[in-house]
């Protein structure tokens, strides 16, 4: 297969992990004769600094040419610490989002065996817990008018959903939890919001058409709780942007480190995989980042095009690289000079050679 | 000291946590020689079934001409299944919040010593967490412009907060880390919402003004997460309505049960006092339901009052319980035996005689 992939590695640790993402899917192109061809482009903080723009129109038109877009990660510091900057690194990838018509953001949850005692949670707690959460992306708050009055004093947000981009993004998560445990919960707060009763409403009359789902619904709140204490009870999460947003940064802790969370943003057109984790400037050039996450948003984008074997053979090198330690800080607590370019070598020497990969 | 308290007990489970929270508060005025009265007015869907209406006249009313409100809880599962329901009853408990100005809701969220064991997180990850999160209660998406299209098809939720309405909570919880650790976290999504970064400037603005105080920034998504691995980093915590609704009850995870957690919600000229805990309307009359968050809110009522020696001892009669074990299902795996009214009495019993309660 030809794939032409957009590489927008972004800031912070986006360009180490995305760079062994990089070399992973190279050593598979190799391995199962495929030609996979690579194009970087400028985004977030570093496309500001070169070119004024979180987002250069050139970036996106590389995006939409490409067959696949792998996300490293934006955001700076300085703009965190200044709520008046008018231009913005998450614009970037917000506005690749929406360029893309990126609507469906699926990320799975997954607590590998060999990383339970990793968690802050009790192995009991997580063990076996596997689930897939759909989130929103290109709708609700993230999207909404934004207002500021001239004298600064009142500002506001408006989070807006229509009928078609719940359905759209409804159905999806519906035929994904066909293929699992059948059982799709979606999280909003229809207790308080309009755009959450209209999720439910909505929900409710498409789940007929799949009658072997079991559909249940549940606030926020209580969501944000029920994962930390009954995570093994969720299969497939439907949610909006923010909600999404939230519970899937939360679910990480189940997982052990959100350097292993990754994902991938699916529209019409075009998919972008990236791992669900920040820029952290403070961590970047230091070999310390967990390149895991965007190692496995790379195995989403082969399966994505149909290349199971290939992503199963990228998974099968995460997990033994999980096993044998050999993983950065985050997850280590046995070696303590495995770099994120160790990581990536090892799963790039198992792809080559997968009965025959230790470490060296 | 004579005080008038309005009890409204809801829903569910309410009145008999409240009723539990009553008798705890009518030990007290007997031990201290205090006068409190209780006037009972409806909320909710009790309320609704009676008059029709979740917030009749009668009820505000009585609440505004209270001392202080103690609060059960609200709601009904025939409401949260039906998204087209005009009439919910948490207008209810929306409506009492913004009418009596109760502007600034408290949360602690404290690790318990005996409890440490029932929470989902390891020990060692929670010990000795203690947390006052500050969340803003009658602004935001809450109570912002609602709007849904004739053809059912379009809806939208206004996020929405002025200067003032962030100055007076962040006063509030300034002064409180200073008789703390000193710390103070604003969670927001300024690198998304206009409305986030009117919070982080108003607080920076602030900030000077309380030199002592250590003042940090956190995207909500990210805190849902350091909330899990690393708790005891919090001190403060500083947030708008919805964020603080989601944190407050994740934050239960921490405590062992969401039946133990207690809040205060004041305002200028009023307050009440109510569990963070819902109606669960499947547990009510069974006697399972804990009456400790709605004990615990009465000692909150009594602190405001400055009856600081009274509200030790409801806390150290909730401690005792604790030990002994005297505790509801929720928490207990020695005696299964023991109701929501035993809990209650068996308070009520330390409060009257403190050196001598003991399990009967
Ligand atoms: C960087 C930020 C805008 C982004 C989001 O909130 O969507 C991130 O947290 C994510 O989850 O991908
Ligand atoms: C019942 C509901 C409207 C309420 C809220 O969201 O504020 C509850 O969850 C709470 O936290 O008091």
Redesign the interface.
């Known amino acids: 297969m030809k794939l032409n992939i957009a590489v927008l590695q972004g800031d912070g640790i986006g360009p180490e992990v995305t760079a062994q993402a990089v070399k992973v899917l190279k050593a598979v192109a190799m391995e199962f004769n495929h030609i996979f061809t690579f194009q970087k482009a400028l985004v977030g903080a570093s496309a500001i600094d070169k070119t004024g723009n979180p987002l250069p129109e050139e970036t996106i038109s590389i995006c939409k040419k490409a067959d696949a877009v792998l996300f490293g990660a934006i955001?700076d510091t300085k703009?965190?610490?200044d709520?008046?900057a008018k231009i913005?690194p998450?614009q970037g990838l917000?506005g690749i989002r929406k360029e893309l018509g990126l609507y469906t953001n699926i990320r799975p949850i997954i607590a590998y065996e060999d990383l339970l005692n990793k968690s802050?949670?009790?192995v009991k707690?997580i063990k076996d817990t596997n689930i897939l959460i759909y989130r929103e992306l290109t709708g609700g708050?993230?999207f909404?008018d934004?207002?500021?009055s001239d004298d600064?004093?009142?500002?506001?947000?408006?989070?807006?959903?229509?009928?078609?981009e719940i359905e759209r993004i409804a159905h999806l998560a519906f035929k994904a939890a066909l293929s699992r445990k059948r059982k799709l919960t979606l999280v909003d707060?229809?207790?308080?919001?309009?755009?959450s009763?209209?999720w439910?409403?909505v929900v409710?009359e498409i789940a007929p058409q799949y009658p072997n789902v079991k559909v249940n619904?549940m606030y926020?709140?209580?969501a944000?709780?029920e994962l930390?204490?009954h995570p093994r009870q969720f299969d497939v999460i439907l949610t909006e942007n923010?909600f999404g947003?939230?519970?899937?940064?939360?679910a990480?802790?189940i997982v052990g480190s959100?350097g292993l969370l990754a994902s991938a943003s699916i529209g019409d057109k075009h998919a972008m995989f990236e791992p669900i984790h920040?820029a952290y400037a403070k961590a970047a050039n230091r070999g310390v980042a967990n390149p895991i996450a965007s190692i496995l948003s790379a195995a989403m984008l082969l399966d994505h095009f149909g290349l199971y074997e290939e992503a199963a053979l990228v998974r099968e090198g995460v997990d033994k690289s999980l096993k044998l330690h050999i993983t950065t800080p985050d997850l280590n607590n046995k070696y303590d000079n495995i770099t994120t370019t160790k990581v990536g070598d090892f799963i790039e020497d198992f792809i080559q050679n997968p009965d025959e990969t230790n470490l060296n």
């Open positions: 955001g703009y965190d610490e709520p008046d913005r998450e917000l802050s949670l009790k707690q708050i993230y909404g934004r207002y500021l600064g004093n009142i500002a506001s947000d408006v989070c807006k959903y229509e009928r078609f707060k229809a207790n308080v919001l309009e755009s009763r209209l439910r409403r409710k619904f926020i709140d209580n944000a709780m930390i204490i923010m947003d939230i519970l899937s940064e939360e990480s802790v959100i920040g």
